[in-house]
């Protein structure tokens, strides 16, 4: 028989603070935010619901991005051995690393926090820069990508999760891109309606020309761009910037990964996300605090405290707010976030009395089971 989880706090939004105004039309130097208690749209809500059990299916494995990681892996040495033939050079560690960062947050503050979970909204012009930024980041076009975070969302750790890590870290991590998605991700992704991301022209038109884009912004620019500024053999010029692709996609996989297996969970102890330290210190752009963003993926923050955390990206869209490229920020009230953490203390203290009642119960059994016996 089919089984379905609790659903959490399905309920209107309930605006309770709003921080100042402004909007795209204001030049005011004040970011906007609402502060929700809850909110009730299907691809953000704080969800456990468990997909149907499926019959037992036969992985298939893709065999094009098989090898594909193979041929990137295999880039690493031959770019670091050219790299220590020929001495470090800082100005192109720090162009590779630039790159890498400005991926990123076109991944963590487009795909992720705009497009996905509708956090903010932004100008054109903003939309424009984090989609090419994300497509240098190269993990599919904006709508496919958005599409399988909302199912990874809803159906968490079930058949339905595109990258359930109940089945394994390396699945999680990437072993997920190396097969077809289990028959349940189609099926309840089918279940979702997405046209909001389709009403976005930028949307349409990353999605209808990723196959051209993918190699042109992902490789040539970055690699030709190295050549013409710092003199690279266009050969040495291609393994860095695989190196950097290939760097960039480990840390966005962590996310999928150790921050679903290891870690602490302050803001719902009943859900596999984590606040990972590993992940908020490899990359910095605030994607580590995951329980947090589970529990309240409607926030632009993607953390309790924003700004005052390592959390580039929260830094990037309230100065694109101070702008007035960016508007209507959401983010959890202070509220909500208390009640969160207090039903996880709560939690604890009862498993805790639970266990001691159940250690005395037991000392009590193996006493009298002594007695009986002598």
């Known amino acids: 028989m089919p ?3 609790k659903v959490i706090g399905i309920k209107k939004v ?14 005011l130097l004040k970011v906007k935010t609402k502060e929700i208690d809850l909110i009730e749209k299907p691809f953000t809500e704080v969800i456990r619901v468990s997909a149907e059990p499926e019959d037992e299916f036969k992985v298939e494995y893709v065999w094009r991005n098989i090898i594909f990681f193979i041929f990137m892996h295999c880039c690493i040495p031959y770019a670091f051995y050219h790299g220590m033939k020929d001495q470090w050079r800082w100005d192109l560690l720090g162009w590779h690393t630039f790159l890498g960062y400005m ?7 487009g795909a992720h926090r705009l497009w996905s979970h509708q956090s903010y909204k932004a100008h054109w012009s903003l939309r424009l820069f984090l989609a090419f930024w994300f497509t240098l980041a190269g993990q599919n076009d904006i709508y496919e990508w958005c599409r399988d975070h909302r199912v990874h969302h809803k159906w968490s750790e079930t058949n339905a999760d595109p990258h359930n890590s109940n089945r394994g870290f390396f699945f999680a991590h990437m072993g997920w891109l190396c097969c077809k998605k289990h028959p349940a991700v189609i099926k309840k992704g089918s279940t ?15 999605k209808k020309y990723y196959k051209l884009l993918h190699p042109l912004i992902v490789f040539y ?21 695989m190196v950097r692709y290939c760097l960039s996609l480990h840390i966005t996989w962590l996310v999928n990964s150790a921050a679903h297996l290891w870690g602490y ?3 719902n102890d009943k859900i596999e996300p984590r606040e990972s330290p590993l992940v908020i210190w490899m990359a910095l752009l605030g994607e580590g605090y995951h329980n947090y963003h589970h529990q309240h993926p409607f926030d632009y923050r993607a953390s309790e405290f924003g700004i005052l955390q390592l959390n580039l990206s929260c830094v ?9 490229l960016a508007y209507d920020l ?26 001691k009642e159940e250690s005395k119960i037991k000392e009590i059994i193996e006493e009298e089971s002594k007695e009986h016996y002598y």
């Open 3 to 5: 089984t379905t989880d």
């Open 14 to 27: 309930v605006p309770v603070l709003i921080e100042g105004q402004i909007n795209k039309n204001d030049n």
């Open 103 to 109: 991926a990123g947050l076109g991944v963590t503050a």
């Open 192 to 206: 979702l309606d997405f046209n909001d991301l389709l009403k976005d022209p930028i949307v349409r038109f990353n």
């Open 221 to 241: 620019i970055p690699t030709h761009a190295t050549v013409l500024i710092f003199n690279e053999l266009w050969i040495h010029a291609f393994a860095q910037s």
């Open 265 to 267: 969970r302050p803001y």
């Open 316 to 324: 990037f869209i309230e100065i694109m707010a101070k702008l007035g």
């Open 330 to 355: 959401r983010k959890a009230s202070p509220k909500l976030v208390k009640l969160a953490k207090e039903k996880v203390i709560k939690n604890k203290l009862l498993k805790e009395a639970k266990e």
